[in-house]
């Protein structure tokens, strides 16, 4: 019988009724309760910080009173609780990101005028347009013309210098004393008034004759002739007094390492060639350091010459695939239209709508400053803080090299400074958002690196203010068609793709990752566009343009590797949000794209299950994971196999196994820091609490470039706060081995100090 | 006995430091503390931790290509760091553990798991420690400890050290009570207590609705509603019936040899999700006779759920039994034997139903049919059906047509007792899908 039938006298029973549980006897009427907190357990989209930034709502501590002394003693609950009540509710949001202070802005913005000036030769071609509506140019305000170069490839000299930089030049700490017209003021009297050469520069431009060290720098981030784009922001250098500090921004254009061209070596030797041309402005150069006593930033000169010779027509020929394929991007329509206006010459760049354009300026002052040194000083004194020393903007060269150089020891507050005053003297200093600019390659790869760090350092807020007015990075003004004459024949994207994806993975930081998945789809769009149009045999952009069928390939590998980069970043996102079936079937479906990360990502989607708490699917894929590796060869010792086991045990409240089966990963792979650590964290909830400390504070001791990583240092310190009263003299000694290895960027949160 | 020293000193250490400890002590409080540290030769600590489960550490991707101005050096950096996926550094879901920051939230039928560390701080031995942790719930006081006896010395420098598990089974406010008693060298008696108090949560919300059947099975629809902050698996929701009901748990599709769940491929709730399950009951055949006659309030049985969240953290809750009000059935009762769930129109089709007297007496029943819009009935209205004894039913095939196509009601019986001249309505004993055999035909 198929049919319901409810009976005709309809059931009393009121339709759904309230269960009650087992012991649900207390009336929690008057009880409020505690909105839950976001939960301990872990999300993708907490970052560490996030969760030390968690306030406990719950747990209190009291201490008995001195006569209490019957441990017997019930004590009443309500007595207990009634103090405790308050506490309970406290605000618990702790703004991330401060902004520089107001009243320190206006300060901010002084020092921050360059400082920077360029002169520019005649050979360049002038393309700055006085704007209406240009500052006047005060007393004391610096110069900052820009002197770019251009795009270009030198395979010869590529070859020469594979690494893109001489590490060596790096090192000298003060300049050389044999650099030109520098060399008759000390650097004692000079100390913090006078531009000083930086020290790989000066010694690149020291010695006129000797053509290969110069062009050797300039490989590094350009590979041919210079252009000089000044910009309609700056001033000019004819009306702005003598340059009172000339700095030498070697903003090489095109970052272009690979692609094959035509050019020759010989462009590179002509710029160099004028190097004397330096002298000139120099004389005035110590006037201005005394006029500007207060300035601290000593700069280093640099003149930089350009090659002329080449006509337009040459330079589009020259326009190396590679550049093709990395700079393509699809315009919106608009944008489109635009460009082909200014393509068609029926477009006034003067006239331009304002509000199509991307004007950007930096947006906050000087991020200098080292977390870790203020805790030396507030833990250890004065005294012991001063044998911190880390590298600042002021200890590298002004340069990209510089910048590297901060990157890589980990400064990234110094190296985002460092940034700023790049930007700044290409006009795109403090306060100038929104004022008329022009981009070139490396001002937008420098605000890359800018956003890029802000991001790392978790200062997204910061970041979202200077990606502002960019907008959706479309804007005309980000495409090289729009500068017909510094790019002749160049076509694409100035903004390069890491930055959109950085553009489109900021919002979710912020709270907003639908906004994050909206950008991250149209970039997925784009790059199937791309690569459907590079399968039917056209160029990236959909013209009719030939292409060679090895830059076919090499065009489509990119392609695809841009377009899984697009899906980590999508499931990354969707993870945060905690939408595990999208986010795993995108990473399942990376696995095409990226067929080498197969087992990686495999053991990946079973983490995600096991975070959910759905052991027996994250079970079936540790199987599947421990199939490919056996199908490798791997057998079921690999490390990754048995670290999938270790954390189905610890998943089954097995501990013990566990810890074996992370101490199995050891015996394969002594080094394994991932192994090493998650031992430790086994013996604790094993109740070994000692042993656990003791691995973890050798591990510290003896590989510190491995193990001062936030992860295991929070380890360490929270079992320091469960050991002993004494913890903060152990998290100390671990502040005084950061203090030797880390950077300025070290997230200080994880001692657990303050 | 006093056991109290009055320059006793305690030492919290508590791995969960935040400004909260802080606006606790007041000033006055600190500086008593730091004034008895330097004076005092005698102390231990005692330092608490929650012990849920490790989290895994997530780390944040910021890529760039080779030819991007850092080159190599984003790509350098994450390859270093050893938080990221060695192969696979844009995955953002590492596998270094990092332990629990905060208490966190702790529900009902979940595992309260607390590691307890008392250490000796001083310079010289102390003796016979006995450390009690009790919890204190707004009902009773638990022990937990895993021994209750002492320890004859405590170097300085080492530590006593227990991790004490609890099934949470009660809502509301728990203190964790942490008594530590000792004796110096000095011969002195010392005690110190450390006070821990934490909510615990209501972690689900079950909402169940019955449905009786007309064959005397009870279909139980439960509504499951995850009220926590975080993902839970759903790893079993099952009904344990009474003695006198089988159940068939109806979640899941078969399809081939597995039966697909049906809520899909993922087996979790998000937070504030609800989902539903069904339950079929049946009575056992020996209650299955007496099922016309049960009446008033029946146990079905209750419900067992299990979960897990973050790296298979445990939690279970069993409902009380539920209970449903049997469906009164009057003094006569019509169920239905047989009936076609699709019918031709205007084609006439067999029912079969079965008439029970549930009441104390005998009854002489006359049956009526009367017509409605769309259901005729065929044979003689107003025939007896004879004598019924209290108990005892009887079959009764009839024969009907529907002249509306469609899903139609089965409407317009009526019995009558002729001893009490009581009539019995039976409107919408059933539907019953009404087609139009021509257009099957056409089509």
Partial sequence: ?754 | MKLVCVQRYLVITFHRITQFDRTLWNDDYVEYLFVSAKTQQWRNSIGLMRLTKPTLFTNMPVTCEDRDLPGDLFGRLMKEDPSTIKGAETLMLGEMLTLPQNFGNIFLGETFSSYISVHNDSIQVVKDILVKADLQTSSQRLNLSASNNAVTELKPECCIDDVIHHEVKEIGTHILVCAVSYTTQAGEKLYFRKFFKFQVLKPLDVKTKFYNAETDEVFLEAQIQNITTSPMFMEKVSLEPSMMYNVTELNTVDTGDEGTSTFGKMSYLQPMDTRQYLYCLKPKPEFAEKAGVIKGVTVIGKLDIVWKTNLGERGRLQTSQLQRMAPGYGDVRLSLEMIPDTVNLEEPFDITCKITNCSERTMDLVLEMCNTRSIHWCGVSGRQLGKVSPSASLTLPLKLLSSVQGLQSISGLRLTDTFLKRTYEYDDIAQVCVVCPYMSRET
């Avoid at chain 1, 590529?158 to 003021?185: H, M, R, Y």
């Avoid at chain 1, 254009?253 to 402005?281: C, I, K, N, R």
Wanted: with cysteine.
């Fill in chain 1, 1 to 754: 019988i198929e049919a319901l039938m409810s009976p005709h006298p309809v059931s009393t029973l009121p339709p759904s009724s309230n269960v009650l549980f087992q012991e649900e006897s207390i009336d929690l009427g008057g009880e409020s309760f505690i909105t839950p907190q976001e939960d301990s357990h872990s999300t993708p989209s907490e970052s560490l910080m996030d969760k030390l930034n968690d306030q406990m709502m719950e747990s209190v501590m009291i201490s008995d009173s001195p006569n209490n002394s019957e441990e017997d003693d019930v004590v009443p609950m309500d007595n207990l609780l009634e103090h405790f009540e308050e506490q309970v509710e406290e605000p618990t949001t702790q703004p991330v990101v401060k902004d520089a202070s107001l009243e320190e802005k206006k300060q901010a913005v002084e020092e921050k005028q360059v400082i920077v000036a360029f002169s520019v030769p005649a050979v360049t071609p002038e393309v700055r347009t006085p704007s209406p509506g240009r500052p006047k140019p005060q007393t004391g305000e610096p110069i900052p013309v820009c002197t770019i170069f251009s795009q270009g490839s030198q395979p010869k000299v590529q070859a020469l210098v594979p690494d893109g930089f001489q590490p060596t030049l790096i090192k000298s700490p003060s300049f050389s004393s044999g650099s030109g017209g520098g060399t008759d003021i000390t650097p004692s009297k000079l100390a913090p008034l006078v531009c000083q050469p930086s020290p790989s520069l000066s010694k690149f431009f020291t010695d006129s004759g000797h053509v290969n060290p110069a062009t050797d720098f300039f490989d590094s981030f350009t590979t041919s002739s210079f252009i000089s784009v000044s910009n309609p922001n700056a001033e000019s250098p004819e009306s702005a007094a003598p340059p009172e500090h000339q700095l030498s921004v070697p903003s090489g254009s095109s970052l272009s390492t690979s692609g094959p061209t035509e050019s020759s070596t010989a462009t590179h030797s002509s710029p160099f060639g004028p190097a004397q041309v330096e002298a000139t402005p120099r004389p005035p150069q110590q006037a201005a350091a005394e006029s500007a006593p207060a300035r601290p930033q000593p700069f280093a000169q640099l003149q930089v010459v350009f090659s002329g010779g080449d006509d337009p027509f040459a330079k589009a020929l020259n326009m190396s695939e590679a550049d093709k394929r990395y700079d393509a991007w699809l315009p919106s329509e608009v944008t489109r239209k635009v460009l082909v206006s200014v393509a068609t010459q029926q477009y006034s760049q003067v006239l331009g709508e304002r509000e199509r354009l991307a004007m950007p300026g930096l947006k906050f002052d000087n991020l200098q400053g080292d977390a870790v040194k203020d805790l030396m000083v507030r833990f250890m004194g004065e005294q012991a803080a001063l044998k911190r020393q880390v590298l600042t903007a002021d200890a590298v060269g002004q340069s990209f090299l510089g910048l590297k150089q901060l990157i890589s020891t980990k400064n990234w507050r110094a190296a985002v400074d460092l940034t700023g005053r790049l930007l700044t003297a290409h006009g795109q200093g403090y306060g100038k958002a929104g004022q008329p600019t022009s981009h070139t390659t490396d001002s937008l790869q420098l605000w890359f690196v800018r956003l890029a760090l802000l991001t790392k350092l978790s200062l997204f807020q910061n970041a979202e203010m200077e990606l502002e007015p960019f907008g959706n990075l479309d804007h005309p003004d980000l495409y090289y068609e729009y500068y017909p004459a510094i790019y002749p024949g160049r076509r694409g994207s100035m903004v390069p793709f890491s930055m959109r994806v950085l553009h489109a993975e900021l919002p979710q930081y912020l709270g907003k990752p639908q906004e994050s998945l909206d950008r991250l789809h149209s970039m997925r769009t784009v790059c199937q566009t791309i690569l459907k149009n590079l399968e039917q045999g056209l160029a990236e952009d959909g013209s009719m343009i030939s292409l060679t069928q090895e830059n076919r390939q090499a065009s489509l590998q990119l392609w695809r590797s841009r377009l899984s980069r697009v899906m980590y970043s999508m499931a990354n996102c969707l993870l945060m949000m905690k939408d595990y079936v999208l986010a795993v079937e995108i990473y399942h479906s990376i696995i095409q794209y990226e067929p080498q990360q197969r087992l990686q990502l495999l053991s990946g989607i079973g983490r995600i299950f096991l975070q959910i708490g759905d052991v027996k699917t994250a079970d079936k894929y540790f199987q599947d994971v421990e199939k490919a590796s056996l199908e490798k060869g791997r057998g079921p010792t690999d490390t990754c196999v048995l670290m999938n086991r270790a954390f189905v045990y610890l998943s089954q409240n097995n501990y013990s196994e566990a810890h074996s089966a992370f101490t199995d990963v050891l015996k394969i792979d002594s080094k394994n820091p991932v192994a090493n650590n998650n031992a430790a964290v086994c013996l604790l909830y094993l109740g070994r609490l000692k042993e656990s400390l003791r691995q973890l504070e050798g591990l510290v001791q003896q590989d510190p470039a491995l193990y001062l990583h936030e992860s295991v240092l929070f380890n360490l310190t929270t079992m320091y706060e469960l050991e002993s009263s004494r913890s903060t003299q152990k998290k100390q000694a671990l502040l005084e081995s950061v203090a030797c290895r880390e950077g300025d960027s070290f997230n200080t949160q994880c001692l657990k100090l303050v």
